[in-house]
Each structure stands twice: as structure tokens, then as C-alpha cells.
């Protein structure tokens, strides 16, 4: 931790020689702290009430109108927020065998959510009632490794989506999990999967390109896995410019956020929460304020230590 | 020469564009913990009430009792002991014919059997997906790749009577109903439509023709403990050496 800290300090040295000197970068920029809040949760298949009191391990735990209540304490805060999800919204209760996912969608909208991206489960009761569920939603189903031409959702999704944020641009993109194997063919029709790292990184690099402070991947993949399969372990440490993977499929509940070396040699940070909406993941970074013009220089971050509530 | 030019063209890409950026520099994380304490927000419960409440009427009907809490575990668990015997006992039932062995993906298994009152919201929440009964007659060699996929797995559910080892991941000393797995011998078995079609990477399986009744996986579950309800018997699953690993 203290040699990221090092290397941050080294940069900011770097960085704030090259505002002392170059006359094209004098823009006055205040050095203040830029914060974020990324609030995240993957894989809440359908439970959209509380684990029933049971006597089973997850008793009580979970549930919309509580996660909802919990949301909204944070935006109370007043810092900039952003509410993301990683996939497999539908398939595990009644309410999505009674209800095709409906009630799921719109308590989405009700807590504000900013983005989604789709998980293999999302197409359980088809493309077309997934891209119909959508009318109850306002924010974009996020994904650029998937093709969906000749299908109801060719223009119902967007392979990224850049956010303001204060001074900040954030921008998100999305990857999804091959579908052969997986998702019966009947469900998922013409969509077509595409490679994701190289989706991802192609995306990515036109986000920072577009000036984007940040790049988030909302990925679906799955966090690792003993063979070759991708992930997001290996989407990590092939990308170049994705600062944070927020994951899912594995309902893996990351016990602190992975940081893994990129291919620029700065950081990317992985992280999931278990699944069913049992956990609310929230990520608090913060920028330095100086703007950076080297666009291809590594990031490193350094990560705080852990709270739990 | 490639390299000098990459280098020049940033340069200018960076001088000349207007993208700069403020690098991340820190990151603290806290879970949350959704927990039965928490304060609930009024306009979002409000919202679910109708939906839960129509529901409710079909989901919360009590079809039977268990005398365990059934989790999904591998090599083998209660729960996948109980799914599979239910698959197999209730094709018998639907297709009138002798099935010599049932299967239900790991990964099929979706949730737990609490023990106490058995809902068809929790076989609902058990087997969510719309998946059917089918059949299969599948060649003894074909059943070794099956057997093998299985094992490969981590192990999968197999019907009472279908005994197998796990060593390095392959399946080994398979028997049926008490005899060798024969590779020329051809079994009737029964599989969700999600495996027989090649789900699970179950590739061996998809070009063998299959008897499909369009019968639900979930109905046959729930018609399964319904049938111990009816014989007075609660269900009483536990592990039986189905499947055993051996190294």
C-alpha cells in the first residue's frame, strides 16, 4: 500500500511539474478532492421481499423496500452517486414465474437506478418479454459484447453510457457471459456473443478517449474460474483502461475488493456482492483534482480499509 | 518506425484534443448488510403489496413437510436426492414406461427446502425455470461421457440406484439399479429438456432423440411431494453414498 502511495506521489509530482511548466496545461485547475459513490448490486434474481424467517442461513436478509430505504440515506448524503447492476435481475421467485419481471423492473426505477447490464437469467422468459419489461425502466440495459441485430432489443440497449457527475465523466460499459451452453438458443434467438475483452477494451478506450475520469464495466462473466474460462479476473488484467469491474454470475461475496495489475501496469479493481440483494455494495473514490493530459499513464489506487454496516 | 509514429500522434492526440482526465486515486468500500432490522421504505413496500398479496394465494398452499433442511451440496445432497428421485419416479408415472435412471443438473438446483411445511412457492423458488421431463435412450458409452461431465462437475444428483466414484474428476465404478454401467447397453433416462438439449455443456446428450410430454420439471416435483403427503409420510431425505468422492 505504501509503494502505491509512493508511486501516487511520484505521479502528482510528475503531473503538477508539467502544470509548472507547460504554458498549454495552465488552465488553473483547484487541487480540491473529487469523490464518487458507485453503489452496486449483481445478481438479486427476483427477491424482491426479505428471505422468509425460516430457520435458513439468510433469514430476514435482503429485500427492496429495505435496500430502497438504505439508498436513500446515501443520496441524503449529497455526494454524487451512481446506482449500477451487473445482471441476472429476473428468475428465482414466484413474483418472476407470476409476474415476468415487472415488479423487479419497477422498483428499480423506484430506487434510481443508473444503468443495468444483462445476465444469462434476463433472458429466461425471453427476449421479447425482457425488452417489453424494459418500458417500466428509464435507464439503459448496458452491453457491448453482445449482438442484437434481428432481435426486439436492437435498439433497446446501449454499449456504454458516459455520466456527469459534478466534474466528473464517468463512463460505463458493460459485458455479458457466452450464451452457447447456457441460456437454451429458443430464449436468447439471434443475439450474438462477442469476444468480451476485446469489446470491452475497445469500448473502453473510446470512453477515455472522450475524456472520461473514469471507466466502470458492469460485467456478468463471473469472477474466476479454475480453467481458461473468461472473467473477470482475466478482463482485469488484460484491459488497459477500465478502473473497475463491478461483477456478478459467480454470487461471490468478495470479502474486500480485488485489485489486479493492467496492462498499462496501473490498477483495476474487481468487485461482486454475493447475489439476492443480501448485500449493498458501495465504492467511495476519490479523484486527484489535477487534470492529467497522459492519458495512457497507469492509475494506481490505493484502497481504504473496510467497513461493514 | 511504427513505434516513433504511435509516439508522435499521441503527443499530438494529447496536445491537440481537449480529453484530460482526473486520475483515481483512492477507494474505500463498505457492505452493507441488508438485515431484518433495517428501516424499509413505505413507497416501494406500498408498490409490492398487490403483487405480493395475488401471489401469495397460490404460492403459500401447503403440499407437504420435510423432516430436514435440504441445501443444494456436492458431490451429493438431500435436496438432489429428493430432485432426482423425483424426476425419475414421476416420468415413470407420466410415461407409463420403466426409467432407469433420472439427473438434475447442479446448477438447476436453485434454491433450499426449509425443514417444516413444504409451499409451492418453495419448489416454485427450487425450480423456477419452466424446464420439462423428458426422455432419453442413451448408449451405456454415451452415459460414461454423461457420467463423466458429472464428475467433472463436482458431481450432480442421481436418481436411488445409480451409484458412481469421483476420482480426478472423472466418474468411476458406475452402476445402475446394482450393475455395472454396460457401454453397450442402452438406458432410458430422465433429464430436464435444459440438459437434453446439450445445457451444462451436456454436448453428448443433444442429438439423442427425446419423448417430451411437455410435462413440467416443477409440476413433477410438486405431484412428487404431494404423493408422500398423500401416503401420510413426510419426506425424510438425507446423503446416501450416491455419489462419493475418492481422492
Request: proline residues 4%; glycine residues 10%; hydrophobic residues 40%.
Amino acid at each position: 500500500m505504501s509503494i502505491n502511495r509512493r508511486k501516487f506521489l511520484e505521479q502528482a509530482a510528475i503531473t503538477g511539474g508539467a502544470l509548472a511548466i507547460s504554458p498549454l496545461l495552465a488552465k488553473a485547475e483547484p487541487p480540491a478532492v473529487k469523490r464518487i459513490t458507485i453503489l452496486h448490486t449483481n445478481d438479486v434474481h427476483s427477491r424482491l421481499d426479505p428471505f422468509p424467517m425460516d430457520g435458513s442461513r439468510n433469514q430476514g436478509l435482503g429485500g427492496v423496500a429495505a435496500r430502497a430505504a438504505l439508498i436513500q440515506e446515501i443520496r441524503d448524503e449529497r455526494g454524487e452517486v451512481l446506482l449500477l447492476d451487473a445482471g441476472d435481475i429476473f428468475q428465482g421467485t414466484p413474483y418472476f414465474n407470476m409476474y415476468k419481471g415487472e415488479p423487479e423492473m419497477k422498483a428499480m426505477q423506484k430506487m434510481g437506478y443508473d444503468g443495468a447490464t444483462m445476465g444469462n437469467h434476463d433472458f429466461d422468459a425471453g427476449l421479447e418479454n425482457f425488452a417489453t419489461q424494459l418500458s417500466h425502466v428509464q435507464f439503459p440495459i448496458i452491453i457491448c459484447n453482445y449482438d442484437f441485430s434481428g432481435t426486439v432489443m436492437e435498439s433497446k440497449f446501449q454499449p456504454y453510457k458516459i455520466f456527469q457527475k459534478g466534474d466528473l465523466k464517468i463512463g460505463v460499459l458493460g459485458v455479458g457471459i457466452e450464451l452457447k451452453g447456457l441460456v437454451p438458443e429458443n430464449l436468447y434467438e439471434k443475439t450474438v456473443y462477442l469476444h468480451p475483452i476485446e469489446s470491452a477494451n475497445r469500448t473502453a478506450d473510446l470512453l477515455r478517449k472522450q475524456g472520461c475520469d473514469m471507466v466502470i464495466c458492469l460485467s456478468h462473466l463471473g469472477d474466476k474460474y479454475d480453467d481458461d474460462k473468461v472473467s473477470d479476473e482475466i478482463l482485469a488484467k488484460e484491459s488497459f483502461d477500465i478502473d473497475l469491474i463491478i461483477g456478478g454470475h459467480t454470487h461471490r461475496f468478495f470479502t474486500e475488493p480485488r485489485k489486479y495489475r493492467n496492462r498499462r501496469g496501473g490498477d483495476t479493481v474487481v468487485n461482486q456482492v454475493g447475489w439476492a440483494g443480501i448485500q449493498l455494495g458501495r465504492l467511495d473514490y476519490s479523484f486527484s483534482g489535477y487534470k492529467k493530459k497522459n492519458l495512457s499513464n497507469a492509475h494506481t489506487v490505493v484502497i481504504g480499509k473496510k467497513t461493514r454496516e | 518506425m511504427r513505434r516513433i509514429f504511435a509516439f508522435i500522434s499521441f503527443l499530438f492526440f494529447g496536445i491537440s484534443s481537449c480529453t484530460s482526465i482526473q486520475p483515481v486515486t483512492s477507494l474505500s468500500f463498505t457492505d452493507y448488510r441488508i438485515a431484518k432490522e433495517a428501516r424499509t421504505d413505505t413507497a416501494l413496500a406500498g408498490m409490492l403489496a398487490p403483487y405480493r398479496t395475488n401471489m401469495d394465494i397460490t404460492m403459500n398452499k401447503v403440499i407437504g413437510f420435510s423432516n430436514t433442511q435440504m441445501n443444494a451440496r456436492q458431490p451429493e445432497s438431500g435436496l438432489g436426492n429428493f430432485m432426482a428421485d423425483g424426476i425419475r419416479v414421476m416420468a415413470e408415472k407420466k410415461y407409463g414406461k420403466k426409467v432407469d435412471a433420472g439427473f438434475i443438473n447442479q446448477g438447476g438446483i436453485r434454491s433450499y427446502i426449509p425443514k417444516g411445511n413444504i409451499t409451492v412457492g418453495k419448489i416454485f423458488e427450487l425450480m423456477p425455470f419452466d424446464n420439462l421431463v423428458v426422455l432419453q435412450e442413451v448408449k451405456g458409452s454415451v452415459m460414461q461421457q454423461f457420467f463423466d461431465k458429472m464428475a467433472a462437475d463436482g458431481g450432480w444428483p442421481v436418481s436411488a440406484g445409480v451409484k458412481m466414484e469421483i476420482r480426478d474428476k472423472k466418474a468411476i465404478n458406475v452402476s445402475i439399479n446394482g450393475k455395472p454401467l454396460d457401454p453397450t447397453v442402452v438406458y432410458l433416462i430422465a433429464n430436464s429438456d435444459y440438459v437434453a438439449n446439450g445445457g451444462s455443456d451436456c454436448e453428448m446428450l443433444r442429438r439423442i432423440p427425446q419423448q417430451n410430454k411437455g410435462y413440467l420439471l416443477r409440476d413433477a416435483l410438486i405431484e412428487f411431494v404431494s404423493d408422500f403427503t398423500r401416503q401420510g409420510k413426510p419426506l425424510d431425505y438425507s446423503i446416501e453414498k450416491r455419489v462419493v468422492n475418492v481422492n
